[in-house]
């Protein structure tokens, strides 16, 4: 993998940052993915209390960006404010939450459910692209292979939903790709113009508070006001619950694209939505069907594929 500036061995020297170590960066790729598919559940508690969408989306972006700028100020790694870093906080604040989070939320009514999931794990297909295009990762079809395999794993589940009902929807099918653009973007992001001497944490921190700065106007725009608690229980749940699941996987997201660059990052996308099924099974008694356990060895295999060169070249 080719390494540019922005991962400058100044980035090790921070509290918060890990060891570079192969099998760290597989577990908190598996476990970025298994805590970010909670918060689906998340989602569904916070609209089935009632709690405005947009509204739901800043509170816990600002939330959970001001506790964990409370933390850099602990660990002394306060984000510095320089106008790169303040461009980078606003950048990708608003491809990593304020923009797709939007466009998700306006398409989900225009589409069919299916239609939508199989959109969002479109990102790692652009991220591969990306990162080829701009020579951050060199070509290998072994990843390429990993990648759809990934791919196919999400299709096994979501595919019996997918078909388009009515053919108006290709142009609101269009727009919703846009968000895994916006996803991708978010992980070339974070390694090409990550500010040097910012540890992850920090940089964290003004993701979210810059995410939740975009997502202000749209919220007041929408017409969505909202101030907590909710009304009901299960919404102060869905809230705290989605403020604790930011808390972490924005800094694991840092890490991972920090150590080993974003591709190898990609196949957490799909451990996202087979773990959201997973939560399903263990909170709401769903049942999973047959071709969900043949997507999860898919997934499993696509993982392997995927990172593979690298685990062979570090070893």
């Known amino acids: 993998?080719?390494?540019?500036?922005?991962?400058?061995?100044?980035?090790?020297?921070?509290?918060?940052?890990?060891?570079?170590?192969?099998?760290?960066?597989?577990?908190?790729?598996?476990?970025?993915?298994?805590?970010?598919?909670?918060?689906?559940?998340?989602?569904?508690?916070?609209?089935?209390?009632?709690?405005?969408v947009f509204a739901y989306i800043f509170w816990y972006s600002f939330i959970a960006g001001v506790i964990l700028l409370l933390l850099c100020i602990c660990l002394r790694e306060f984000p510095k404010l320089s106008p790169k870093s303040l461009f980078v906080f606003a950048v990708m604040g608003t491809t990593g939450i304020a923009a797709p989070l939007a466009l998700l939320t306006w398409t989900a009514s225009k589409l069919p459910a299916g239609v939508i999931g199989l959109v969002v794990v479109m990102s790692p297909v652009f991220t591969y692209i990306f990162s080829t295009v701009l020579k951050?990762?060199?070509?290998?079809?072994?990843?390429?292979l990993g990648i759809l395999?990934?791919?196919?794993?999400?299709?096994?589940?979501?595919?019996?939903?997918?078909?388009?009902?009515?053919?108006?929807?290709?142009?609101?099918?269009?727009?919703?790709?846009?968000?895994?653009?916006?996803?991708?973007?978010?992980?070339?992001?974070?390694?090409?113009?990550?500010?040097?001497?910012?540890?992850?944490?920090?940089?964290?921190?003004?993701?979210?508070?810059g995410g939740s700065l975009v997502m202000l106007p749209i919220m007041l725009i929408s017409g969505?006001?909202?101030?907590?608690?909710?009304?009901?229980?299960?919404?102060?749940?869905?809230?705290?619950?989605?403020?604790?699941?930011?808390?972490a996987i924005w800094w694991m997201f840092l890490e991972i694209v920090r150590n080993a660059g974003p591709v190898f990052f990609t196949p957490s996308n799909y451990v996202i939505v087979l773990s959201s099924i997973g939560w399903g099974v263990v909170i709401f008694g769903?049942?999973?069907?047959?071709?969900?356990?043949?997507?999860?060895?898919?997934?499993?295999?696509?993982?392997?594929?995927?990172n593979y060169g690298q685990i062979k070249k570090k070893s």
Request: hydrophobic share 60%; proline share 7%; charged share 10%.
């Open 1 to 52: 993998m080719t390494v540019g500036p922005f991962m400058s061995e100044e980035n090790h020297i921070f509290r918060s940052a890990i060891n570079p170590d192969k099998s760290w960066l597989i577990l908190l790729l598996f476990l970025n993915g298994i805590i970010y598919g909670m918060h689906f559940v998340a989602n569904k508690w916070a609209v089935d209390s009632g709690i405005p």
């Open 136 to 144: 951050i990762e060199k070509f290998a079809w072994l990843r390429v």
């Open 149 to 209: 395999i990934g791919f196919g794993s999400v299709l096994l589940v979501y595919l019996p939903d997918a078909s388009l009902p009515d053919p108006s929807m290709a142009s609101w099918l269009l727009i919703a790709l846009i968000a895994p653009i916006c996803f991708a973007a978010t992980n070339v992001f974070a390694a090409i113009i990550r500010p040097p001497k910012v540890s992850s944490l920090a940089l964290s921190a003004g993701i979210l508070l």
């Open 224 to 247: 969505e006001y909202w101030i907590p608690p909710a009304d009901m229980m299960l919404g102060n749940y869905a809230l705290i619950t989605a403020i604790l699941i930011n808390l």
């Open 286 to 306: 769903e049942k999973p069907s047959i071709f969900i356990w043949g997507a999860v060895i898919m997934m499993f295999a696509g993982v392997f594929l995927v």
